[in-house]
T-cell receptor
Framework: ETGVTQSPTHLIKTRGQQVTLRCSSQ?????VSWYQQALGQGPQFIFQ???????GRGNFPPRFSGLQFPNYSSELNVNALELDDSALYLC??????????????FGPGTRLLVL | AQKITQTQPGMFVQEKEAVTLDCTYD???????LFWYKQPSSGEMIFLIY??????QNATEGRYSLNFQKARKSANLVISASQLGDSAMYFC????????????????FGQGTILTVHP
């Protein structure tokens, strides 16, 4: 086990609603990255938080937003849910240093279904 | 253009035999890292092995080894002595060193290869 936890494990929402997903990083890690994985696809990078600031963003609209807290846990918020947001959402923690970032260790994911 | 290409949608192997999963990548960054992850049906992405672009030797971790051919831009995963528990989806991923002068840890994944181990 990686020590990365995510909640909830499963979630069902309706179109137009808002959702918050949570991630606790592995002890000693200061960086959290979020990925969206549609069925049958590889994960797609949403954004990364390093020491409480957004440090890189993928090709996702602004209705995808996030936070990182002083204990390095993180939230992913998605507003105005669309059917295509149905996916497995993975968070990964790593240790970020001045020279770069270490290996990312993933949590078990949150499966979101939008009806 | 695809940055990570995994051309084998599915692979089959007999238990105790070795199997190679292919991965080719595309980058102009001289500093990059290549990763392999295993994803069982439960969904969790499990880190297997890492190869840095400047590493002189191929990475090995237990039954996993990475056949890194830099000139060909390939990073194939070799699993020796396959076990039934190795049946899963396998993803190759790349982390590029810098983007626009900023270092960040975005991983770009391939489409994955489903490995099935037969008894």
């Amino acid at each position: 086990e990686t020590g990365v936890t995510q909640s909830p494990t499963h979630l069902i929402k309706t179109r137009g609603q808002q959702v918050t997903l949570r991630c606790s990083s592995q002890s000693g890690h200061n960086t959290v990255s979020w990925y969206q994985q549609a069925l049958g696809q590889g994960p797609q990078f949403i954004f990364q938080y390093y020491r409480e600031e957004e440090n890189g963003r993928g090709n996702f609209p602004p209705r995808f937003s996030g936070l990182q807290f002083p204990n390095y846990s993180s939230e992913l918020n998605v507003n105005a849910l669309e059917l295509d947001d149905s996916a497995l959402y993975l968070c990964a923690s790593s240790l970020g240093l001045a020279g770069g970032f270490g290996t990312q260790y993933f949590g078990p994911g949150t499966r979101l279904l939008v009806l | 253009a695809q940055k990570i290409t995994q051309t084998q949608p599915g692979m089959f192997v007999q238990e105790k035999e070795a199997v190679t999963l292919d991965c080719t990548y595309d980058t102009s960054d001289p500093s990059y890292g290549l990763f392999w992850y295993k994803q069982p049906s439960s969904g969790e992405m499990i880190f297997l092995i890492y190869q840095g672009s400047y590493d002189q030797q191929n990475a090995t971790e237990g039954r996993y080894s990475l056949n890194f051919q830099k000139a060909r831009k390939s990073a194939n995963l070799v699993i020796s002595a396959s076990q039934l528990g190795d049946s899963a989806m396998y993803f190759c991923a790349m982390r590029e060193g810098h983007k626009g002068g900023t270092s960040y840890g975005k991983l770009t994944f391939g489409q994955g290869t489903i490995l099935t181990v037969h008894p």
